[in-house]
């Protein structure tokens, strides 16, 4: 005879006559009736040990226990003595998981000069060079033989990438080589452009090197020409606006991927972000499905964050609501979304994280990109070498604990190391207000649509 318990880490989403149940500690989504929902609790709270197996249990309530307790939901013991045991063991799992994040800053130069640039240290920049990449795949081979790495997770980034388009080539058709080397080697490829370099002839090239693997393309719109033109500015002067604006709509019509679309938002331009949702609706009608919106608050610049004593929030809740309407009004006028509820664990704390820039200094989180904190070199042999051990000792010896007593622990393993800023407000914002709550319901629904 068994006696049920529900997960801990459960979080319900109202969906009509249904319940979405969504489990934090694993990521499991079920969607239940309400009846059935309301039959289980009863069963379980006062009818603590009978079987299954009684001839008086309904054929639905049985299946339903077996998937709940096949996806971690329902257990036959009470979970809630191993809490923080499953929480510790979930960590360890992610951060030791063999796949590699690697953020490649492949050129330190950007044409673009925006005020509120983070990387504030990034200075006297160059394009990554043909013998570099060379050291760079040396490196990655050497990694995945030695970490037997099943999945690699590359962002190229900069200062603005498609500067060096033809070193980015290069690199994608060497990652192409080293996949096809590899059984079961998964690559995932990313541009974060600021998309004004993204011409015709670019982006059939892009096309034609994608045949060989995906690559994914994230442009970033900050609202309408005169807001994106104030905060985006090209650093040889004029509109940025249009150029941006015309190459983002062609390429969403053109590319056959999605296009994910960053906003960079604070009050300022709230309202200017509205209205570009609504001209690329009116300019895409349907494609809009195409485009996945993703707006972000706009956090400290690096000569701010980097003197920060003590974890502050990442954002307000008032700034997270603002965020989440935001998401709504996409989704409503049909672009996909994707809410911003996990936050973890991040590359600082992954065992193969690292963000590279383009002199091969090896850090192990994007926002130290050209600090003094990189802790290694890849050298001519493809070997990481050490020279400032502190850095690459500290992200493995500041585990902080305090996501095993919250909440959204699951979601985020003690936040931001490297800008010190907890995500609570953020995350806990969908799921404790009514519009977060429809945002990551109709979320959940359209992702897992077919399932």
């Known amino acids: 005879m068994n006696k049920y318990y529900l997960s801990p880490f459960l979080i319900q989403f109202d969906e009509g006559n249904n319940i979405i149940l969504f489990n934090t500690i694993n990521h499991a989504i079920v969607r239940v009736n309400k009846e059935l929902w309301s039959e289980l609790q009863t069963y379980i709270n006062t009818n603590k040990y009978r079987m299954l197996t009684d001839p008086t249990t309904s054929e639905t309530l049985i299946k339903l226990v077996n998937d709940l ?15 923080h045991n499953m929480v510790e063991f979930r960590f360890n799992v992610t951060t030791n998981h063999p796949s590699m994040a690697i953020w490649f800053a492949i050129s330190g130069i950007c044409n673009f000069v925006c005020p ?10 160059k394009t990554v060079e043909a013998n570099s990449i060379q050291r760079f795949i040396k490196f990655l081979n050497k990694y995945i033989i030695q970490n037997n790495i099943k999945e690699i997770n590359i962002v190229y980034y900069g200062g603005e990438p498609l500067l060096a388009f033809d070193e980015l080539l290069n690199l994608h058709n060497k990652l192409a080589e080293i996949k096809s080397q590899y059984e079961n080697l998964q690559i995932h490829e990313l541009i974060i452009t600021n998309g004004s370099l993204l011409t015709d002839d670019k982006i059939d090239k892009l ?22 033109d104030k ?3 090209l650093a040889k002067g004029g509109s940025s606006f ?21 906003s960079n938002v604070d009050y300022e331009n709230l309202e200017s972000v509205k209205q570009l949702l609504f001209k690329i609706k009116d300019d895409l ?44 009004l996409a989704q409503e006028l049909g672009f996909q979304v994707m809410p911003n509820y996990i936050h973890g664990p991040c590359t600082y704390v992954s065992k193969h994280g690292y963000a590279i820039d383009e002199y091969l200094r090896v850090y192990k989180c994007p926002a130290y990109l050209y600090t003094d904190k990189y802790f290694g070199i890849i050298d001519e042999e493809g070997d990481i070498k050490i020279v400032k051990p502190q850095y690459l000792i500290e992200a493995f010896g500041e585990i902080r604990k305090c996501y095993l007593s919250c ?4 979601l985020c393993y003690g936040g931001c190391r490297a800008m010190k800023h907890c995500p609570k407000e953020r995350i806990m914002a969908y799921f404790n207000t009514e519009i977060g709550k429809k945002v990551i319901t109709k979320y959940f629904v359209n992702k897992h649509r077919k399932e």
Not at 69 to 83: A, H, M
Not at 207 to 225: H, V
């Open 116 to 125: 509120y640039c983070y990387l504030t240290y990034r200075k006297d920049g």
């Open 207 to 228: 096309i034609e090197a994608s045949k060989l693997n995906p690559i994914k393309i994230q442009i970033t719109l900050d609202g309408t020409k005169e807001v994106m």
């Open 242 to 262: 249009d150029l941006v604006y015309n190459n983002f709509i062609k390429l969403v019509k053109k590319y056959p991927f999605d296009i994910t679309l960053r």
């Open 285 to 328: 009608n349907d494609l809009v499905k195409k485009v996945i919106f993703s707006p972000h608050w706009i956090f400290e610049t690096q000569e701010i964050f980097l003197k920060n004593e003590y974890y502050l929030s990442e954002i307000s809740q008032k700034e997270a609501e603002e965020l989440i309407k935001l998401e709504a």
């Open 231 to 233: 905060r985006r500015p």
């Open 407 to 410: 909440p959204i622990g699951t």
């Open 69 to 83: 307790l096949r996806v971690g939901i329902l257990y036959d013991f009470d979970i809630g003595k191993y809490k």
